[in-house]
């Protein structure tokens, strides 16, 4: 992709999801992360219904009647974008791989957060850090990551999400909600899942191609491992292989879900065979309504 090729791809990210941003998620976004803690407002007199347990002693003693203290929610929230750009990532049969799924995605994201006036930052991975963008605010640097997630080639081909986290636990200190995009084809990564979850907000976005879950009847296929190298031919021909192949996408399907539940992380699952507008604002309203209920 030329750098006029990925500017242009840019601008249309930009004003595709600023329109989803702007009439769908506006409204969830705010209460679906909350901010890092309460913050001291302002003391005022006690009303009849206030918790005692917000008294202002040393005030309420110097005023000769009880005041209170007011606490707000700190908004301000650090959004971190770790984004899987492995070879399996370059992967799509339909008119989207899925790393432009990814993409749009992380746009999304970054718009929403950089509209709250949120900080945004990007850790890109393969078997290695690709690169990292520390978060700050703004529009030109929301496009910035976006020009970093589609512009560079990254030197690695590999996936190891179990590295990436360690050193986005190590990098990013502040409480951080992290959106892991990637396809999870890897293993080996639950402890260090479970690690960063405790102290981040961390939310794992699995994207994936209809062709990972079902393989066509069109004969003998040759195929590549876009992370190995490794070729071979398969019988697309064969019900038994279809099936096979199948029932292996929905074993690996189900590995992530079930590790997500055990880590106690939410997972959002997205496909470039469907549109992702609708499924990424349920997600967005289903979460804002367990936040309210959780805080209620």
């Avoid at 309460?38 to 347990?53: I, K, L």
């Avoid at 003693?61 to 974008?81: N, S």
């Amino acid at each position: 992709m030329t750098p006029r090729e990925v500017l242009q791809r840019v601008r249309r990210l930009e004003i595709h999801t600023r329109k989803l941003v702007d009439e769908s998620l506006a409204g969830s976004y705010h209460s679906v992360f909350r901010g890092r803690g309460m913050e001291f407002a302002e003391v005022r007199e006690y009303e009849p219904g206030d918790d005692v347990r917000t008294i202002d002693w040393n005030v309420s003693a110097r005023m000769g009647h009880p005041f209170v203290k007011k606490f707000t929610e700190e908004r301000e929230l650090t959004v971190m974008l770790v984004v899987d750009v492995s070879g399996s990532e370059r992967f799509g049969t339909s008119a989207t791989p899925k790393l432009e799924l990814a993409a749009e995605i992380s746009a999304l994201l970054a718009f929403s957060a950089i509209r709250n006036n949120d900080r945004v930052g990007l850790l890109a991975f393969t078997e290695r850090i690709e690169t990292f963008v520390a978060p700050r605010k703004g529009r030109e640097h929301a496009l910035r990551v976006l020009r970093e997630i589609l512009a560079f080639d990254p030197a690695g081909s590999g996936t190891n999400i179990a590295n990436a986290l360690e050193v986005l636990r190590r990098v990013v200190s502040k409480r951080s909600v992290v959106f892991l995009v990637s396809d999870f084809q890897d293993d080996g990564y639950e402890r260090t899942l479970r690690v960063v979850s405790r102290k981040h907000d961390v939310v794992a976005v699995a994207v994936s191609d209809p062709r990972e879950t079902t393989l066509p009847d069109v004969g003998l296929i040759a195929v590549l491992d876009p992370e190995t190298g490794e070729r071979c031919v398969v019988d697309s021909g064969s019900a038994a292989v279809r099936h096979r192949y199948a029932e292996a996408a929905a074993e690996d399907r189900d590995r992530t879900r079930a590790l997500a539940r055990r880590v106690g992380v939410d997972l959002l699952e997205l496909s470039t065979g469907a549109p992702y507008d609708r499924p990424l604002v349920r997600f967005f309203r289903e979460r804002a309504k367990r936040v309210a209920r959780a805080g209620g």
